[in-house]
């Protein structure tokens, strides 16, 4: 498990997320930060608070499945960065209550639900991750064992501003080419008169070639990212019926369909008309949504006004 960040040209806002990195296709992290537990904190430049905390809780045994531990508890923190870090509370000489104001025991622990431990029996794991919850008492945690074994004998407090920061080179990657397609586009009015062809945008961004053995059975895999229906539908009726084609967004149905061995992927996370979510009112009839990520919609779903009228909403996924 990784962090990954990227800039939503479409909101003009960050997008940050876990994602399973064995599930991720290379060509969908294109223009992301990738952050993995080594860009966290490692020996030379320093430990995470995270890492800290997971070694003082005893929660690392033989350590295979600690990164994609830490990375897991990562972004349930960045969820809640919003909240302010409380300062360390004492109360008759123990620590108590130290952590972020918008992470509860329960938000903790469903952080690593998605992890499997095979040797601690999850319980130290558990006890460092509600460690950064608002409304747990240390002392149920096992805080001995933990200033027991730390050096400075307290939890150590995680600072939002020591987090790693999206790469500037990304960003004016990004605005590079926007300039070079907004340039395209009017190349193409200019020279077609016809301002919604196909940009480049909608062209083959990647190409793998998979020679085997003696220069036998090559096998060519083609990338498209599609940021309008349009580009998605002229890929289709290109490559569709001479190719295996295969829309993509979070690549998750990899773990389910095995078997399949698509030749051309076309990405559609990028598309403004797909990954939309709208309340809708009791009075209105629908409303169909596509391309939205879990974590969205779990997002959305969080909302108060939707928890008070959620019979108002239906989703229709592709």
Excluded at 59 to 84: D, E, F, H, N
Excluded at 114 to 130: M, V, W
Excluded at 209 to 238: H, N, S
Excluded at 242 to 258: C, D, H, I, M, Q
Aim: with cysteine; charged share 20%; proline share 4%.
């Amino acid at each position: 498990m990784v962090f990954l960040s990227r800039y939503n040209r479409n909101s003009k806002r960050m997008e940050e997320m876990t994602i399973n990195s064995c599930l991720t296709l290379l060509g969908s992290i294109d223009r992301c930060a990738i952050t993995t537990t080594e860009g966290l904190g490692n020996q030379r430049t320093g430990l995470h608070p995270i890492h800290e905390r997971l070694s003082g809780f005893h929660a690392s045994q033989c350590g295979y499945c600690t990164p994609g531990m830490a990375m897991a508890i990562y972004g349930c923190l960045r969820k809640c960065a919003p909240a302010t870090t409380h300062e360390p509370c004492h109360e008759n000489g123990h620590e108590k209550q130290q952590g972020l104001s918008g992470l509860t025991d329960v938000d903790a622990e469903r952080a690593v639900s998605g992890n499997i431990c095979r040797c601690t029996g999850y319980r130290p794991i558990l006890d460092a991750c509600k460690s950064f919850a608002s409304n747990v008492d240390l002392e149920d945690l096992g805080i001995n064992a933990f200033t027991q074994s730390s050096k400075g004998g307290s939890l150590p407090p995680y600072d939002l501003s020591l987090d790693p920061v999206f790469p500037q080179f990304l960003l004016e990657e990004l605005d590079a080419s926007e300039r070079h397609v907004a340039r395209y586009q009017a190349w193409v009015k200019g020279a077609t008169g016809n301002a919604s062809a196909m940009d480049e945008s909608g062209q083959v961004r990647f190409k793998h070639v998979e020679i085997g053995a003696g220069g036998a059975d090559t096998q060519e895999r083609l990338w498209i990212t599609a940021t309008k229906m349009e580009e998605v539908f002229d890929a289709m009726a290109k490559y569709d019926g001479e190719s295996k084609v295969k829309l993509v967004v979070g690549n998750t149905s990899a773990g389910y369909y095995k078997h399949v061995n698509p030749e051309v992927f076309i990405d559609i996370s990028q598309v403004k008309l797909l990954p939309c979510l709208s309340y809708m009112s009791l009075q209105e009839d629908n409303q169909r949504d596509h391309g939205i990520l879990c974590f969205q919609l779990l997002r959305f779903l969080s909302l108060p006004c939707i928890l008070v009228a959620c019979n108002s909403l239906s989703f229709c996924g592709c």
